[in-house]
Nanobody, 116 residues
Framework: QVQLVESGGGLVQAGDSLRLSCAAS????????MGWHRQAPGKQRELVAT???????NYADSMKGRFTISRDNAKNTVYLQMNNLKPEDTAVYYC??????????WGQGTQVTVSS
């Protein structure tokens, strides 16, 4: 099992940047897939981006070009760099890890609020 702790959220203005971090409780070297999801008020949780154990990223179409996911296996941390933030990016951002046959862990989330 792995515990995940997100950090880096906050209140920013439109056009600003933020970098979210997701720290894992153990080595992420062998974790198959790590990713970021978000949930805005009144909406379903949606995928933002994922990254494989080999470092291959994948993005939701609406995030391409503004968001970058990366992982640092030495620090057991996954990052989400968010640029040119928009009010519609306001949401709670959750880190997720999928490992083994059916392992699936979530962090507690970090709030991102973008003012216009």
């Amino acid at each position: 099992q792995v515990q995940l702790v997100e950090s880096g959220g906050g209140l920013v203005q439109a056009g600003d940047s933020l970098r979210l971090s997701c720290a894992a409780s153990r080595s992420i070297f062998s974790i198959n897939l790590m990713g970021w999801h978000r949930q805005a008020p009144g909406k379903q949780r949606e995928l933002v981006a994922t990254i494989t154990s080999g470092g291959r990223p994948n993005y939701a179409d609406s995030m391409k070009g503004r968001f970058t996911i990366s992982r640092d296996n030495a620090k057991n941390t996954v990052y989400l760099q968010m640029n040119n933030l928009k009010p519609e990016d306001t949401a709670v951002y959750y880190c997720n890890a999928r490992y083994g046959l059916a392992g699936d862990s979530w962090g507690q989330g970090t709030q991102v609020t973008v003012s216009s």
